[in-house]
């Protein structure tokens, strides 16, 4: 399997900071990376595919980015509603999940 | 409004077949891949299999000796079946829509099913 890391694995931050978030895989998989954010009880929320494109109704602040091993998601200006946790996921081959980088309150 | 809801029993016993419905309303089963995924208490996420409105499926190497998805298109339901179950079976299950069909990110989600193994 391809294993997925992300670093940091968390972090604190004030709104409207810049934030980015880094995954890397264990070998190359193209642009086959996809970006979740999670919060408490719910599902996974898609906000990036394809390493940059940004799923329908998610705000502009977030962007992707990287290709081959090393992926990074920004936030341009943290909102309320962005803390939460991030997950990276890879479909190049069976398809794994990053552990998680969970962003919350300075 | 694409919804996606998990159903079946919350206990299965070891050794036993777990059983699990997606039941989707708000979209066709026809023109998307619809997959699987799985997180045991305290652990990370785990994708479990795929398939296609035509029934053609993709599964984790690590479970497929005890993995059946099937999809009933008459009912726009998919379904899991886990054989041969252990506690590491312990999870919650989500069923997901593909956001497209070549690419494997997943745009709708259910809830979760929790399922808990044991005797």
């Known amino acids: 399997d391809i294993q997925m890391t992300q670093s940091p694995s968390s972090l604190s931050a004030s709104m409207g900071d810049r934030v980015t978030i880094t995954c890397r895989a264990s070998?190359?998989?193209?642009?086959?990376l996809n970006w979740y954010q999670r919060k408490p009880g719910k599902a996974p929320r898609l906000l990036i595919y394809?390493?940059?494109s940004l799923q329908s109704g998610v705000p502009s602040r977030f962007s992707g980015s990287g290709s081959g091993t090393d992926f990074t998601l920004t936030i341009s200006s943290l909102q309320p509603e962005d803390f939460a946790t991030y997950y990276c996921q890879q479909s190049y081959g069976t398809v794994t999940f990053g552990p998680g980088t969970k962003v919350d309150i300075k | 409004q694409v919804q996606l809801q998990e159903s079946g029993p919350g206990l299965v016993k070891p050794s036993e077949t777990l059983s699990l419905t997606c039941s989707v309303s708000?979209?066709?089963?026809?023109?998307?891949?619809w997959s699987w995924i799985r997180q045991p208490p305290g652990k990370g996420l785990e994708w479990v299999g795929h398939i296609n409105y035509s029934g053609d499926t993709n599964y984790n190497p690590s479970l497929m000796s005890r993995v059946t998805i099937s999809v009933d298109t008459s009912k726009n339901q998919i379904s899991l079946k886990l054989s041969s179950v252990t506690a590491a079976d312990t999870a919650v299950y989500y069923c997901?829509?593909?956001?497209?069909?070549?690419?494997?990110?997943?745009?709708?989600w259910g809830q979760g099913a929790l399922v808990t193994v044991s005797s």
């Open positions: 394809d390493a940059s």
């Open positions: 070998q190359s998989i193209s642009s086959y």
């Open positions: 708000g979209v066709s089963i026809y023109s998307y891949y």
């Open positions: 997901a829509r593909h956001v497209i069909i070549a690419v494997a990110a997943f745009d709708h």
